[in-house]
């Protein structure tokens, strides 16, 4: 039977492995990859300003973009190896579709990108992800706080899943072709972050009494900034009208009708823990944030500013 094995030659198996072995410090970003938005149409609407679909997409991509890289640190640290996949999928959804709305971002207004060392290959989705400061960016605070342990975990992707799918099961309206194309999309993938957080938010709460007081201190925990989640910035005031956005509070029935199911379940009454306020009435949609957010574009952008012409 030996004769039908077959052994590759030397070559092959230098082959497989050659590109490894190339000594060769230019690799920090890709230069090879296709327009994210290539084949949809980009045309802005009539009756659209440029500028505000750019801030409003840049509002949706920085909550993906933040709350992706949170959602992947857990990956190799989940319970178990099936949690361990679900999260680290969850966590490239959201970054998928924060790659197209910071690209929509610099499509409708290249004003928003910021400049960079000349010579750099980073695509404009790129620069914005990595060469923009804590207060450029217009995330929900709920996104960047430092991860707690699981049931902390749950807890907020289903506030956080629960809160944007209400909001992108209207955006697929949006006259913008760009961002009504997304959020047909992200739809499919938001309901299983939140299928996936509630079935884990009911087991925990009615497992064992530690699983539920850990719970039950996640939940009031980040309680607090649920309202935020549904004020009207007057960039989603601007999209809303303009026909191509959401206006966040008219989601709020809507979310919390979900929510109050879940909780149902679980049997967990609503939290009676206080809004977090802002800072002199400015919040994250404003580009004001804590420390968490700045320890983790630290973190998350040093090899892109080490390294800003370097390609692979």
Known sequence: MNEHIHTPPEDEHESAYSGLLVNDAHWAFGTDFEDPLAGVDTTIPEGVDAATLAAYALMLGDDALVMSHRVSEWTSNAPDLEDDIALSNI???????ARLLLA?????????????????????????????????????????????DFAEATVRVLLFSVW????????????????AAVAVKGVKELAYHRDYAARWFVTLAQGTQESRARLLVAYDALWPLWPELFDTHEVEAAAAEQG?????GGVREAAEAVLDQVLAAADVPRSEAARRVGVLGRTGRDGMH????????AEMQSVARAHPRGQW
């Not at 966590?91 to 579709?97: I, N, S, T």
Request: net charge negative; charged share 25%; aromatic share 6%.
């Open 104 to 148: 929509r971002a610099a499509k409708a207004d290249a004003s928003v990108v910021p400049v960079l060392p000349e010579g750099s290959p980073a695509p404009p989705e790129d620069a914005l992800a990595y060469f923009r400061e804590a207060h450029d960016f217009r995330n929900v605070r709920l996104a960047e706080l430092d991860n707690g």
């Open 290 to 297: 804590g420390e968490p957010l700045s320890r983790m574009l």
């Open 91 to 97: 966590a490239l959804d959201l970054l998928g579709q």
């Open 164 to 179: 944007r799918l209400a909001t992108w099961e209207r955006l697929r309206a949006s006259s913008d072709h760009v961002l």
């Open 244 to 248: 191509f956005g959401v206006d966040p």
